[in-house]
Nanobody
Framework: VQLQASGGGLVQAGGSLTLSCEAS????????MGWFRQAPGKEREFVAA????????YYADSVKGRFTISRDNAKNTVHLQMISLKPEDTAVYYC?????????????????????WGQGTQVTVSS
């Protein structure tokens, strides 16, 4: 499985960006997918996840209400729509795939639960 993330960039506080992650493989529809981010000097942190079997979504408290994760199984793509961006959202954003998919939702917030990772895309929010 290969993941290709795109859509990062520089945006002013209050602005918006949409990240995309395209996955290889014919079984994308059964991947749990997640987004994580890592700021300089900090650990990688969970942002959002979407479960394969029912498209249930799960968010970190810090992004709830501002970020939306979605998936298009026909295009093997997962998106992260980000609005009302804040300077503290600045980080490298990574998409990740959990395959075979775990059934426990809480496991999806842990990087170790994911088996495949994209290369990361930089998001910079200026104040």
């Amino acid at each position: 499985v290969q993941l290709q993330a795109s859509g990062g960039g520089l945006v002013q506080a209050g602005g918006s960006l949409t990240l995309s992650c395209e996955a290889s493989g014919r079984t994308f529809s059964i991947y749990n997918m997640g987004w994580f981010r890592q700021a300089p000097g900090k650990e990688r942190e969970f942002v959002a996840a979407i479960r394969w079997k029912d498209a249930y979504t799960y968010y970190a408290d810090s992004v709830k209400g501002r970020f939306t994760i979605s998936r298009d199984n026909a295009k093997n793509t997962v998106h992260l729509q980000m609005i009302s961006l804040k300077p503290e959202d600045t980080a490298v954003y990574y998409c990740a795939a959990d395959l075979p998919p775990r059934s426990i939702l809480s496991a999806l917030r842990t990087p170790a639960s994911y088996d495949y990772w994209g290369q990361g895309t930089q998001v910079t929010v200026s104040s």
